[in-house]
């Protein structure tokens, strides 16, 4: 293939058809009705009912898996506040537009300079889903690349990470990537910040309450999630084994992101561990791969092999669905482990060549006899 016929393929494929892409399921959601469906019926009502000082929180009785529910964290709520200056169908929008911002910005703020990764990012199905759902993952990819990009400046992955446990709490894990590079202290500042933002429900509800609930959400849809679990359920296995075999796979993928200071095993035992999980989650994956991976090659175009399946919902996952989400990003993560493997041990080769070098230098002369 001539480079020109090759450079028109990659601006037709990766330039042109995810704009296309993007500005179609804008216009089909709306007019469905579907744009940032958990926004306008969840994130916004409830950042309404916490701006007027009413409590927005379900009771311990309430149907959870029809409906409604108005039970995302505070701080998330809040952090959209801002939005319900607009009218609904405004806000709607904006969050949309805002979200695909977000998740474009996040790759920029890594490092990405290659035009096709955003364009190849731009057609996963868990970055343009996105806009159907609204469920803030822009905002975590976002969080997450921060927290990457300063791990070296006090306090900016502390607060990242913590803002983004507290918006969604599964992302917890990458607390103990912060431990394992070193950063104990901002550790502390993550755990204290998503924790300290519970405190945040206090007016309207008991703590006690508000954990049963969350947990109550977690039963009545992780059946249906693209995660080990509910591939397991859904293929026929029953819960306590289901249970037991996903928690051990997180636990093992938590070990050796400790031992070997990975983030991305890091967000791969976030996925594994979350009682709830769906497609749009998967888009944070995008920031470790973006950490190791910043040029366009193959492993950006596999997440597309997930068209087709619903973003979230009862129904979401099936056997055959979830299994296709599992092992394409399996495939990424093991992309990213050995891309990761590969960085660690060119840095060690580099530092054990360059210290003799250093102290041949420094030697001091030998004074003439």
């Known amino acids: 293939m001539s480079p020109g016929i090759r450079r028109l393929l990659e ?9 296309v892409t993007a500005v179609t399921m804008l216009v089909l959601a709306h007019d469905s009705g579907s744009l940032a469906r958990d926004f306008h019926n969840e994130l916004y009502p409830e950042a309404k009912l916490l701006l007027d000082w009413e409590n927005p929180f379900p009771g311990p009785d309430a149907p959870l898996q029809y409906g409604h529910n108005l039970i995302w964290p505070p701080l998330a709520a809040l952090l959209v506040a801002p939005f319900t200056i607009l009218s609904p169908v405004a806000a709607d929008w904006a ?20 035009w096709r990764v955003y364009g190849a990012f731009a057609l ?6 996105e806009i159907r759902v609204a469920h803030l993952t822009p905002l975590l990819c976002l969080l997450v690349a921060l927290a990457w990009r300063y791990r070296d400046v006090r306090f900016a992955p502390g607060l990242a990470v913590g803002l983004a446990g507290a918006v969604k709490f599964f992302l917890w894990p990458i607390g103990v990537w912060l431990a394992a590079i070193g950063k104990a202290r901002e550790l502390v500042l993550a755990a204290c910040l998503a924790a300290g933002s ?3 429900v206090l007016p309207f509800t008991s703590l006690d309450a508000y954990i049963r609930t969350l947990l109550d959400l977690g039963d009545a849809f992780d059946q249906d999630s693209y995660s080990p679990f509910g591939f397991l359920v859904q293929i026929g296995l029953d819960e306590v084994p289901a ?13 050796a992101c400790w031992r070997r200071a990975s983030l991305g095993l890091a967000v791969a035992a976030a996925l594994a561990l979350s009682p709830i999980v769906w497609l749009d989650y998967y888009a944070v994956v995008a920031v470790p791969l973006a950490a190791v991976r910043p040029r366009f090659s193959a492993v950006w175009l596999a997440p597309i092999a997930t068209w087709g399946l619903l973003s979230a919902g009862l129904g979401a996952g099936n056997g055959w669905g979830s299994a296709r989400v599992i092992v394409v990003f399996a495939i990424v993560f093991v992309v990213i482990a050995r891309s990761e493997r590969r960085a660690d041990e060119h ?23």
Do not use: Y
């Open 347 to 369: 840095s060690r080769d580099h530092a054990t060549t360059v210290r003799p070098q250093a102290s041949t230098r420094l030697e001091p002369r030998s004074s003439p006899d």
């Open 95 to 114: 969050v949309s537009l805002a979200g695909l911002g977000a998740a474009l910005l996040a790759l920029r703020v890594v490092g990405v300079r290659d």
């Open 243 to 255: 249970r037991v075999a996903s928690v051990a796979f997180g636990v093992a993928l938590l070990v």
């Open 198 to 200: 519970l405190l945040l």
């Open 124 to 129: 996963w199905p868990s970055v343009i889903g």
């Open 11 to 19: 601006v037709l494929l990766l330039g042109a058809v995810p704009i």
